[in-house]
């Protein structure tokens, strides 16, 4: 059994793209061993709903979701709801029981709010899950990438690697003037795995397949 927590810098940076893309390529090139996709935590309608459209042979979990899509702190006291992280451990765990490979996407960023006390960071580090951090490729990536990396390192997560993420059709000069790779790798002394270019259907899963084997992968699998 593999697991990787996908987790970002901040919301809507490509997090759902890449757990995608990596879904895609495992199913495409590992059919003989079984997927299994967790969304921890979700507030409001998306993620899960769209991997379940993507994937429709794959397992998707979704253990704990609330209907106000803002951070779960907030949605959890709206709703005059618990935020139960045990029963998110437990569905994890019953997960990684049954499947070989386990993609767990987190929720926004890794400074992002879990319970009034932890942050994803907490989580990835506290449950030790083999994580990369998806940055998208922007004006700004680099200081972004430089204090995640660095919040990673203080709450001791495993951190695999960074991938970044074009939402938006870009040029070659402009993906490395914002993502200058060198720079970012000796700032941090992570290794970045690649990028995941701007895919003009995101529900084409050979593509999604394809742009994830550039990807660095056999770096996921090193101690």
């Given at each position: 059994m593999t697991t990787l927590l996908i987790v970002g810098t901040d919301t809507e940076v490509g997090k759902t793209v890449v757990t995608s893309a990596l879904a895609a390529y495992w199913q495409t090139y590992y059919s003989s061993q079984s997927l299994g996709i967790i969304k921890l935590v979700q507030t409001g309608i998306g993620?899960?709903?769209?991997?379940?459209?993507?994937?429709?042979?794959?397992?998707?979990?979704?253990?704990?979701?609330?209907?106000?899509?803002?951070?779960?702190?907030?949605a959890a006291e709206r709703e005059n709801r618990p935020i139960p992280l045990d029963q998110v451990?437990?569905?994890?765990?019953?997960?990684?029981?049954?499947?070989?490979?386990?993609l767990a996407?987190?929720?926004?960023?890794?400074?992002?709010?879990?319970?009034w006390e932890l942050t994803v960071a907490?989580?990835?580090?506290?449950?030790?899950?083999?994580?990369?951090?998806?940055v998208p490729v922007k004006l700004g990536a680099i200081a972004q990438t430089v204090a995640n990396v660095a919040l990673a390192r203080q709450h001791k997560v495993n951190l695999k690697g960074i991938i970044f993420s074009c939402s938006s059709p870009m040029s070659e000069e402009e993906i490395a003037?914002?993502?200058?790779i060198d720079l970012i790798q000796s700032l941090t002394q992570t290794p970045v795995l690649g990028m995941i270019p701007h895919v003009d259907n995101t529900k084409d899963i050979n593509?999604?397949?394809?742009?994830?084997?550039?990807?660095d992968l056999e770096r996921l699998s090193q101690n």
């Open positions: 993620d899960v709903e769209q991997y379940h459209q993507l994937f429709p042979d794959v397992e998707v979990v979704n253990p704990l979701r609330y209907d106000t899509p803002v951070a779960p702190p907030v451990w437990k569905g994890l765990n019953d997960l990684q029981q049954r499947k070989n490979w386990v996407e987190a929720l926004g960023g890794l400074g992002s709010p879990v319970t907490d989580l990835a580090g506290d449950w030790r899950l083999p994580t990369v951090l998806v003037n914002f993502i200058p593509k999604l397949a394809y742009v994830a084997a550039n990807l």
